[in-house]
């Protein structure tokens, strides 16, 4: 069965710190792959997305993915975080052509000022 | 673009009531619709997949009968929970996806059943 981990389940930094938050997964087809970000209170939003081509990925925000097939990574890198970064941050994995996504546990992230 | 509304945003209902939840994409026709169910400090669990016109496709574990699923157009699924006990209160997020193999989410919908 498919299935994502994200190891950080609790992540305390410092503003201007860097991040990296892992995302693996086990699949061995052809896969989509996502990064969205829960702010308390709201809805999940989209940060970034890789389908196909370069596999660094750029997003909003500042933030970046880079997808390793070899290693079923989607790692989420930011080189310097703010205090508006406080969330929570979903990893998740779409197989080409199913519609479905499988969600990883999340990977909750709290900057201090 | 890809909009996705949920109606109501939050709902407090008694135990033994039925809840209705609509989403619907305000921009865009979705061909599939996705209901996930979200605890507490906890990530989304894919509860159904319904296709426009057609019965959803409930995830193992999930109650159909329980949780009703009507993809009634391209704009508009609703999910209705009935006879909701204490343990339904939860957060109830929707998404739709057109052709374009990502899914657009709604703002959710928290229930509470009292």
């Known amino acids: 069965a498919q299935s994502v981990s994200q190891h950080n389940h609790h992540v305390i930094l410092s503003e201007a710190a860097s991040l990296e938050l892992g995302c693996n997964y086990s699949?061995?087809?052809?896969?989509?792959l996502f990064w969205y970000v829960q702010y308390p209170g709201q809805h999940l939003q989209l940060l970034l997305k890789y389908f196909s081509g370069d596999p660094l990925v750029k997003g909003i925000k500042g933030f970046e993915a880079e997808f390793i097939k070899s290693k079923f990574s989607f790692n989420l890198r930011k080189p310097s975080v703010q205090w508006s970064d406080t969330a929570e941050y979903f990893c998740?994995?779409?197989?080409?052509?199913?519609?479905?996504?499988?969600f990883g546990t999340g990977t909750r992230l709290k900057v201090l000022a | 673009g890809a909009v996705v509304s949920q109606h109501p945003s939050w709902v407090i209902c008694k135990s033994g009531t039925s809840v209705k939840i609509e989403c619907r994409s305000l921009d865009f026709q979705a061909t599939t619709m996705f209901w996930y169910r979200q605890f507490p400090k906890q990530s989304l669990m894919l509860m159904a997949t319904s296709n426009e016109g057609s019965k959803a496709t409930y995830e193992q574990g999930v109650e159909k009968d329980k949780f009703l699923i009507n993809h009634a157009s391209l704009t508009l699924s609703t999910l209705t929970v009935t006879s909701a006990h204490p343990e339904d209160s939860s957060f109830y997020i929707c998404?739709?996806?057109?052709?374009?193999?990502?899914?657009?989410f709604g703002p959710g919908t928290r229930l509470t059943v009292l």
């Open positions: 998740a994995v779409m197989a080409s052509g199913t519609y479905k996504y499988i």
């Open positions: 699949y061995g087809g052809t896969v989509n």
């Open positions: 998404s739709a996806s057109s052709e374009f193999n990502e899914q657009f």
